[in-house]
């Protein structure tokens, strides 16, 4: 994309020079200027006088004006023709005399246009600017393009349609509410609160912008292939008579740019004849030019919305001018045989279709985007909560091993009793979350043979709790903690010289209270009840699967059978002597 400030303008002025007219020969080829009288028109049409045209007409909406021009111009098969392109009746008028009257028509130069200072509008209701700029140049190239192109196939040859634009197109745009209106873009234009400054200042570069706008549609409407070639020009910042009817302080500004910056008029005609006579019409189809070569527009009417903008002034355009002219639609039907392409509609049902396509893609892709994000603060939360959990099991399992070293026996049963506890809601509820954590992030949890069967030994077979079960314990509260790993309790470090040591004089008071919520009711008479030998082949009871740390057997859980004799009796109630190992 290009993008050109003012300045820039200014700079080209300075150090360029446009390039000498080019010449052709025009015999037998009929051509049409429109706003032919005076200015760029008027050089152009002189120029043209020169390559020996059959026809020469000059379109003025002034004919005293035109004919003193064709005085000037001296040129035998020169005509003046009426036109006023502020009247649509007038344009219309224009046409059927063309279509009528000339057998043939080779090349048509839009050249007329206006700048207005003030708000106004036509007879047809539309704001003057808009309409002979643009509204107006769109229903004559419509309207004579079948002649155009009647003729390149009759005479096996490429006709033209210039339209004379203005570099003023790259420092403006159009304002995109107009997009979800639902009023036409030329009436709400035409608005008086639309033509108010600053907006109003940037009336006359939207034209400009316009006009670029239906070079690009028609061309797309006739089709690349066909022998007619629309293009639109820049001929540069020149001496005109613009600015005759500007506002005193606007009028010296512009004779001051003049002075410093301006080509002369006529070479600014120039690039009138270059696109009506150039060798080589294909390079400007549908193209804008300057200084005699295609130049990039702007980053306005190269962005969706310009092109969106594009296609909304042409279908509200045609919509216009089929109201106005009973012709217009045949014109636009006429096109479409000759070129042998299909029409406008279908093109844009087309584009319809690719852009509902694209609006469904950009939701399913939005909506992809958010479910990402709840997923991930999702999966966010999970991984806080294993925190939580970490840093709760971390905190009970200090509190059992200073339990063992510091508390009196008949804490350390009641501890032991509530890690177990502990241990069994844990591991179960945390290996639950740890599963659905995994899988919310796209792993699966691995579990090695090795692991699988010691946790069936221990645990025996069971039912794995989904993530909606709740493991309740002892009938105390309901416990939804959901897992990561397994923890078990540690083992009491053995002490080489237990019966040489005091007893403990901490108190229950001093220890710290759990900072977890497991039941409170212990069944202190199941702890300190003694093991006894399980049957061989009887399943170990689930109050012999955990070793008990107050008495002497130990059960091996994996064979099933015991490694050490149990005593003969038990002690009734734990001593401190019982502790050590």
Same mark, same amino acid.
């Given at each position: 994309?290009?993008?050109?400030?003012?300045?820039?303008?200014?700079?080209?002025?300075?150090?360029?020079?446009?390039?000498?007219?080019?010449?052709?020969?025009?015999?037998?080829?009929?051509?049409?200027?429109?706003?032919?009288n005076v200015g760029l028109g008027f050089e152009a049409c002189k120029h043209f006088a020169t390559m020996n045209p059959k026809r020469l007409i000059l379109a003025c909406r002034d004919q005293e004006k035109g004919r003193a021009a064709l005085a000037d111009i001296g %040129?035998?098969?020169?005509?003046?023709?009426? +036109?006023?392109?502020?009247?649509?009746?007038?344009?219309?008028?224009?046409?059927?005399?063309?279509?009528? /009257? +000339?057998?043939?028509?080779?090349?048509?130069?839009?050249?007329?246009?206006?700048?207005?200072? /003030?708000?106004?509008?036509?007879?047809?209701?539309?704001?003057? =600017?808009?309409?002979?700029?643009?509204?107006?140049?769109?229903?004559?190239?419509?309207?004579?393009?079948? +002649?155009?192109?009647?003729?390149?196939?009759?005479?096996?040859?490429?006709?033209?349609?210039?339209?004379?634009?203005?570099?003023?197109?790259?420092?403006?745009?159009?304002?995109?509410?107009? +997009?979800k209106s639902q009023t036409n873009v030329y009436k709400a234009m035409s608005e008086k609160e639309f033509c108010v400054p600053p907006d109003w200042n940037n009336r006359y570069p939207q034209t400009k912008l316009i006009e670029l706008f239906y070079t690009r549609s028609?061309?797309?409407?006739?089709?690349?292939?066909?022998?007619?070639?629309?293009?639109? $020009?820049?001929?540069?910042?020149?001496?005109?008579?613009?600015?005759?009817?500007?506002?005193?302080?606007?009028?010296?500004?512009?004779?001051? $740019?003049?002075?410093?910056?301006? %080509?002369?008029?006529?070479?600014?005609?120039?690039?009138?004849?270059?696109?009506?006579?150039?060798?080589?019409?294909?390079?400007?189809?549908?193209?804008?030019?300057?200084?005699?070569?295609?130049?990039?527009?702007?980053?306005?009417?190269?962005?969706?919305?310009?092109?969106?903008?594009?296609?909304?002034?042409?279908?509200?355009?045609?919509?216009?001018?089929?109201? #106005?002219?009973?012709?217009?639609?045949?014109?636009?039907?006429?096109?479409?045989?000759? =070129?042998?392409?299909?029409?406008?509609?279908?093109?844009?049902?087309? &584009?319809?279709?690719?852009?509902?396509?694209?609006?469904?893609?950009?939701?399913?892709?939005?909506?992809?985007?958010?479910?990402?994000?709840?997923?991930?603060?999702?999966?966010?939360?999970?991984?806080?909560?294993?925190?939580?959990?970490?840093?709760?099991?971390?905190?009970?399992? /200090?509190?059992? #091993?200073?339990?063992?070293?510091?508390?009196?026996?008949?804490?350390?049963?009641?501890?032991?009793?509530?890690?177990?506890?502990?241990?069994?809601?844990?591991?179960?509820?945390?290996?639950?979350?740890?599963?659905?954590?995994?899988?919310?992030?796209?792993?699966?949890? &691995?579990?090695?043979?090795?692991?699988?069967?010691?946790?069936?030994?221990?645990?025996?077979?069971?039912?794995?709790? =989904? #993530?909606?079960?709740?493991?309740?314990?002892?009938?105390?509260?309901?416990?939804?903690?959901?897992?990561?790993?397994?923890? &078990?309790?540690?083992?009491?470090?053995?002490?080489?010289?237990?019966?040489?040591?005091?007893?403990?004089?901490?108190?229950?008071?001093?220890?710290?209270?759990?900072?977890?919520?497991?039941?409170?009711?212990?069944?202190?008479?199941?702890?300190?009840?003694?093991?006894?030998?399980?049957?061989?082949?009887?399943?170990?009871?689930?109050?012999?699967?955990?070793?008990?740390?107050?008495?002497?057997?130990?059960?091996?859980?994996?064979?099933?059978?015991?490694?050490?004799?149990?005593?003969?009796?038990?002690?009734?109630?734990?001593?401190?002597?019982? $502790?050590?190992?």
């Amino acid at each position: 994309m290009v993008v050109r400030t003012v300045e820039d303008t200014w700079a080209d002025h300075k150090s360029e020079r446009p390039p000498p007219v080019v010449t052709s020969d025009l015999t037998g080829k009929t051509i049409i200027v429109t706003g032919a009288n005076v200015g760029l028109g008027f050089e152009a049409c002189k120029h043209f006088a020169t390559m020996n045209p059959k026809r020469l007409i000059l379109a003025c909406r002034d004919q005293e004006k035109g004919r003193a021009a064709l005085a000037d111009i001296g %040129y035998a098969a020169a005509e003046t023709w009426p +036109l006023d392109l502020g009247s649509l009746r007038s344009v219309v008028s224009f046409a059927d005399r063309v279509q009528d /009257e +000339l057998e043939r028509l080779d090349v048509l130069i839009l050249n007329a246009g206006v700048i207005n200072f /003030e708000w106004g509008l036509t007879e047809d209701g539309y704001e003057r =600017t808009l309409q002979v700029n643009g509204l107006s140049n769109l229903l004559l190239a419509v309207r004579l393009a079948p +002649l155009l192109l009647k003729t390149a196939k009759a005479h096996n040859s490429i006709t033209r349609l210039v339209n004379v634009t203005s570099e003023m197109l790259y420092y403006t745009g159009i304002d995109s509410a107009l +997009l979800k209106s639902q009023t036409n873009v030329y009436k709400a234009m035409s608005e008086k609160e639309f033509c108010v400054p600053p907006d109003w200042n940037n009336r006359y570069p939207q034209t400009k912008l316009i006009e670029l706008f239906y070079t690009r549609s028609l061309q797309a409407y006739i089709g690349q292939d066909a022998p007619l070639v629309v293009t639109c $020009l820049n001929p540069g910042y020149c001496y005109s008579n613009f600015r005759a009817n500007a506002p005193p302080g606007v009028k010296q500004g512009l004779e001051d $740019l003049e002075k410093e910056y301006a %080509y002369t008029t006529e070479e600014g005609s120039r690039q009138l004849v270059f696109g009506a006579v150039n060798d080589d019409p294909e390079a400007l189809k549908g193209q804008y030019f300057s200084m005699c070569k295609v130049r990039e527009v702007s980053d306005y009417a190269l962005s969706d919305e310009g092109w969106s903008m594009e296609r909304r002034f042409w279908d509200d355009g045609i919509e216009i001018l089929g109201e #106005k002219d009973e012709k217009f639609k045949a014109a636009l039907a006429a096109i479409a045989r000759v =070129t042998g392409i299909r029409g406008m509609q279908e093109v844009r049902e087309d &584009h319809e279709k690719m852009q509902r396509a694209l609006e469904a893609a950009e939701a399913a892709l939005a909506t992809a985007r958010k479910d990402t994000q709840a997923e991930r603060e999702r999966a966010e939360g999970y991984k806080a909560q294993l925190g939580e959990l970490e840093g709760q099991a971390t905190t009970e399992a /200090e509190w059992q #091993k200073k339990a063992r070293s510091n508390f009196c026996p008949t804490i350390i049963v009641a501890f032991e009793s509530r890690w177990d506890a502990f241990c069994d809601v844990f591991e179960e509820g945390y290996r639950n979350l740890r599963t659905e954590y995994l899988e919310l992030v796209g792993l699966k949890p &691995h579990v090695s043979n090795k692991k699988r069967k010691s946790a069936e030994i221990i645990a025996g077979p069971s039912t794995v709790p =989904t #993530k909606s079960d709740s493991v309740s314990v002892n009938s105390g509260p309901s416990h939804t903690i959901q897992p990561r790993r397994k923890f &078990h309790r540690q083992e009491p470090t053995p002490s080489a010289s237990a019966d040489d040591r005091d007893p403990p004089t901490s108190s229950p008071r001093d220890r710290p209270e759990l900072s977890i919520n497991i039941p409170t009711e212990v069944d202190l008479e199941g702890s300190l009840s003694p093991l006894t030998s399980p049957e061989p082949d009887s399943p170990v009871p689930e109050t012999k699967r955990k070793r008990n740390m107050f008495e002497d057997t130990i059960v091996d859980v994996s064979a099933k059978r015991t490694l050490r004799p149990q005593t003969s009796s038990a002690p009734s109630r734990p001593t401190w002597n019982s $502790l050590k190992r």
